[in-house]
């Protein structure tokens, strides 16, 4: 089916224009030079992340299970794509900003899902529309349950459970790791050079005596 043939409330267009909103939000992340500005694309990326995994999670992706035109790995991989995502969405929303490694790590986030969007553009959506589901019909429930999920808010996922029980009002972890390193010692190169060379001066001597 060509994608010009299908409405704008197609399931498959509603979650391609979701990919489009984030996509921007990464790109508007890259340009923003101020803190405040950052912090509030953050804030805002995250919210259509979370709306848009639990639609997928909820309603998409189950209409996609057992359909024999669909690589049913490929379904198995975006849920795992999704954990990653949620756990450093989760870890995100700990942070106030202001962090070392905010900024890296929203940095990966958006890496980590412009990379799920290509496998979902390039894969999973061209292998749906060969099935017989209804995205017309799907479409509504999509945006039905995203007019939910804005009006009454999204419920926490397992993800965030667990990163808000192992870091109550501690640092970020990877930032707090990193500031523990130290670094090793070193010898410097000429130091042990010139101290094997006098070892081996003070050697010469003992064989002359033999």
Same mark, same amino acid.
């Given at each position: 089916?060509?994608?010009?043939?299908?409405?704008?409330?197609?399931?498959?267009?509603?979650?391609?224009?979701?990919?489009?909103?984030?996509?921007?939000?990464?790109?508007?992340?890259?340009?923003?030079?101020?803190?405040?500005?950052?912090?509030?694309?953050?804030?805002?990326?995250?919210?259509?992340?979370?709306? &848009?995994?639990?639609? %997928? #999670? !909820?309603?998409?992706?189950?209409?996609?299970?057992?359909?024999?035109? =669909?690589?049913?790995? /490929? @379904?198995?991989?975006?849920?795992?794509?999704?954990?990653?995502?949620?756990?450093?969405?989760?870890?995100?929303?700990?942070?106030?900003?202001?962090?070392?490694?905010?900024?890296?790590?929203?940095?990966?986030?958006?890496?980590?899902?412009? &990379?799920?969007?290509? %496998? #979902? !553009?390039?894969?999973?959506?061209?292998?749906?529309?060969?099935?017989? =589901?209804?995205?017309? /019909? @799907?479409?509504?429930?999509?945006?039905?349950?995203?007019?939910?999920?804005?009006?009454?808010?999204?419920?926490?996922?397992?993800?965030?459970?667990?990163?808000?029980?192992?870091?109550?009002?501690?640092?970020?972890?990877?930032?707090?790791?990193?500031?523990?390193?130290?670094?090793?010692?070193l010898v410097k190169k000429s130091s042990a050079v010139s101290k094997a060379s006098g070892k081996s001066a003070l050697a010469l001597p003992k064989k002359a005596r033999r």
């Open positions: 089916m060509f994608e010009f043939l299908t409405s704008a409330d197609d399931a498959i267009n509603i979650l391609k224009k979701d990919h489009d909103k984030v996509k921007g939000l990464f790109d508007d992340f890259e340009k923003a030079e101020k803190r405040a500005q950052k912090i509030k694309i953050v804030t805002e990326a995250i919210m259509e992340l979370k709306i &848009h995994a639990t639609i %997928e #999670e !909820e309603l998409f992706y189950p209409s996609l299970r057992g359909k024999q035109k =669909v690589d049913q790995d /490929l @379904l198995n991989e975006a849920d795992e794509e999704h954990h990653v995502a949620k756990l450093l969405i989760a870890e995100l929303e700990q942070m106030n900003g202001t962090e070392s490694h905010y900024d890296a790590k929203f940095t990966v986030l958006s890496e980590n899902i412009r &990379h799920h969007v290509k %496998e #979902e !553009e390039g894969d999973l959506f061209p292998q749906a529309r060969r099935t017989d =589901v209804n995205f017309e /019909l @799907l479409g509504k429930k999509l945006l039905q349950r995203k007019q939910q999920l804005k009006k009454n808010g999204i419920p926490l996922c397992a993800e965030e459970k667990m990163i808000a029980a192992q870091r109550k009002g501690s640092d970020d972890s990877p930032a707090k790791a990193a500031k523990k390193m130290k670094a090793p010692k």
